[in-house]
């Protein structure tokens, strides 16, 4: 397993190679002029070329690549043009406010969304199940800013039971400053959760095991826990690891609408002011959570569904077996 780890680790590295190479490409060939969104328009045209020269702008698109690269293997994300504030001190200060709101998000959605999925799935085609489908498709299909908005006019504006925009300091003012945004980034991967969950337990009811099981006399909670829920778990990890990824690399709509200090608030503002050096770290910074996600789901498949585990093992020790022989074959006909 820990081969296999440090395996997907070393992928990242094309992976970003590559996702660096075409956004850096994109933002190079793209209309505007670095220099003017630092200088403003009234530079001097030496004061603007110096500053060319200073930024490397002047060198071929692959060099100033490479040395980006470069300077990204040294931990040097460049500074951003807006502020001329180092991007990663930036970044980081806003990830683990990223990382609470991202948190707080997903166990609603999977404290709200795995038991109605459970839920739907066993009472198929009644009145819960129809109100539950109905509302997933909804609340997938809603943009989550437009719910965010619906839940400032009336939680902050007309209730005035939370605060519309910010972060609060002290521990009560910040989790009443968490309710409304995590509640609208929370509620779409709720329906997503929802339906995943529904799919994978109708789809293990129908299994042997769960008749044999229920034959023997096992308590229906311990049927739909022990055996409908854990290997129905495949499926729904995978969704929960996607929308994971997705929001520790930022929610840009929802962390705007808020006033949420977030990566996310913080990559819409460097695409506004065409910060280049600031979007490009966001784009890494979204790029790894996505990847080491993905590869978190890939080690609980391990523990959730040990036949996985097992297949690993059967093909590492068949890799083992194999070598001996073919070397004993090479030898024969050598």
């Known amino acids: 397993m820990i081969k296999y780890i ?38 001097t ?63 609603i959605a999977i404290v709200l969304g795995i038991p109605l999925g459970i839920l739907s799935a066993k009472k198929q085609y009644s009145l819960l199940d129809n109100v539950a489908t109905v509302g997933g498709l909804i609340s997938v299909s809603m943009p989550n800013f437009w719910l965010g908005l619906l839940l400032v006019i ?96 930022g929610s840009m709509l929802t962390e705007t609408v808020f006033s949420w200090p977030g990566v996310g608030r913080y990559m819409l503002d460097a695409i506004k002011t065409k910060d280049t050096p600031a979007i490009m770290g966001s784009v890494i910074l979204m790029s790894v959570s996505f990847s080491i996600m993905n590869l978190l789901a890939d080690i609980l498949y391990a523990f959730v569904d040990p036949r996985i585990k097992s297949q690993y093992q059967t093909k590492k020790k068949n890799k083992q077996k194999k070598s001996p022989a073919e070397d004993g074959g090479k030898e024969a006909t050598a």
């Not at 956004?23 to 009234?42: K, M, Q, R």
């Not at 060319?52 to 990204?72: A, C, F, H, K, T």
């Not at 902050?156 to 945004?181: F, N």
């Open 6 to 43: 440090v395996k997907r680790l070393l992928l990242l590295i094309p992976v970003l190679i590559g996702v660096t190479f075409f956004v850096f490409t994109i933002l190079s060939l793209a209309p505007y002029d670095p220099v003017t969104v630092i200088l403003g328009d009234g530079a």
């Open 45 to 107: 045209e030496e004061a603007m070329e110096n500053m060319r020269e200073e930024l490397g702008l002047n060198d071929p698109l692959l060099v100033r690549y490479v040395n980006y690269i470069w300077d990204l293997l040294h931990g040097d994300f460049g500074k951003s043009y807006k502020t001329r504030l180092p991007v990663a001190d930036q970044i980081l200060s806003r990830f683990p406010n990223t990382i609470l709101l991202a948190s707080c998000s997903m166990v």
């Open 154 to 249: 009336l939680f902050a504006l007309k209730l005035r039971w939370l605060p519309s925009q910010g972060m609060g300091e002290d521990p009560v003012s910040l989790i009443k400053s968490l309710i409304l945004p995590s509640i609208t980034l929370g509620t779409g991967i709720m329906a997503s959760v929802m339906r995943m969950t529904r799919s994978s337990v109708l789809e293990t009811m129908r299994q042997d095991y769960i008749s044999t099981a229920r034959s023997k006399g096992i308590a229906e909670s311990r049927v739909t826990v022990r055996h409908m829920l854990k290997n129905a778990l495949i499926p729904i990890i995978t969704i929960s690891a996607l929308q994971f990824g997705h929001l520790l690399g």
